[in-house]
């Protein structure tokens, strides 16, 4: 069993952390938020006054923060963790943040020899509480090894993408690929409902058939389609449109960086902006579908 540090206890690092204490880890924790720290006191964690002191001679840091400027904040500078880290102990960011940050922490964390890991994960708050999250990492070999002994008791499947940041690209380009062909299912379902077809035997057919993706098959946009899919339970998340705007944005950076033209990419992250703007960041992002019927 391992000393494990988790920064950041919100709607995925609490239940996250709270899985490593029922796994048998000793886990010390630390959040802003009072309230977060206690909730996981009363799970079994150790709580710290500060992040430093969390991180104190352990044999992991985890950390599950909000976006990039939290992690840099968190990790670099004169008062950043790094520089007060053992060797000998393993960082782990899980939280989805912009690729060249990732980066930036990683070249930051190999100069002092410490092993860095960005591992953000796709699954959300369910998974994060079921301990079935999917991890993509990016860093060293020997780094993945050790990253793989604890993130298994957070997750299923964990993949070693590249080095330092292609975890984050690895989850841009997943989350690139579900907000097209959530739209794409949207326009298809809507088109046959226009044209007098039922979106269940709809549904069945492109299922049968060469449009089969997973929007289709485990979260149907159409409501009263799947019993279970937020659709039918009034849109509410699921995944929030908010989050999803956020990872476009992500997304289209990575591209940008990279000088690559995604015109899809780019198409599905004005929709998506769109429909945050009209009130709807709370929503799940399958409501996409009732833009597309207006
Ligand atoms: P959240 O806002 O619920 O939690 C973030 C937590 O970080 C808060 O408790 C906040 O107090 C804490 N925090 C912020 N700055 C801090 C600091 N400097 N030191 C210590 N604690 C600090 O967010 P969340 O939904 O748990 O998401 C966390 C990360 O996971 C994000 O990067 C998000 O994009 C990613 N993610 C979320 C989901 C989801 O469904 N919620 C799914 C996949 C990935």
């Not at 976006?67 to 840099?72: E, L, N, P, Y």
């Not at 993945?144 to 993408?161: P, T």
């Not at 699921?238 to 591209?255: P, R, T």
């Amino acid at each position: 069993m391992a000393t494990v540090a988790f920064i950041g206890l919100g709607n995925m690092g609490g239940p996250m952390a709270t899985n490593l204490v029922k796994a048998g880890h000793t886990v010390t924790v630390f959040d802003l938020s009072e309230a977060a720290c206690r909730q996981l006191q009363a799970a079994g964690a150790a709580v710290a006054a500060s992040a430093a002191e969390a991180a104190a001679g352990v044999d992991y840091v985890l950390s599950m923060l909000p976006a990039g400027k939290h992690v840099a904040a968190t990790y670099l500078g004169e008062n950043g963790l790094l520089a007060g880290l053992d060797q000998a102990t393993t960082v782990l960011d899980c939280s989805t943040i912009d690729a060249a940050t990732a980066r930036q922490v990683g070249e930051a964390a190999a100069a002092l020899g410490i092993g860095f890991m960005d591992s953000p994960v796709s699954g959300g708050v369910a998974a994060a509480a079921a301990g079935t999250l999917a991890f993509m990492c990016g860093g060293s070999a020997a780094t993945f090894e050790k990253a793989r002994q604890i993130l298994q008791d957070m997750g299923k499947n964990i993949f070693h993408a590249g080095p330092a940041g292609a975890g984050q690209v690895a989850k841009g380009c997943n989350n690139m690929l579900l907000a097209i062909h959530m739209i794409g299912t949207c326009e298809a379902l809507e088109m046959g409902v226009r044209n007098g077809l039922d979106p269940k035997v709809l549904s069945e057919i492109m299922l049968a058939s060469s449009g089969r993706n997973w929007s289709l098959e485990v979260y149907n946009p159409y409501p009263g389609v799947m019993e279970k899919a937020p659709a039918s339970n009034d849109y509410k998340p699921g995944f929030m449109v908010d989050l999803m705007v956020k990872d476009l944005g992500l997304a289209m950076e990575i591209a940008r960086q990279s000088d690559f033209d995604n015109p899809m990419g780019q198409l599905a992250g004005e929709l998506y902006n769109r429909h945050q703007q009209a009130g709807n960041g709370q929503m799940d992002f399958s409501s996409i579908l009732q833009m597309l019927q207006h």
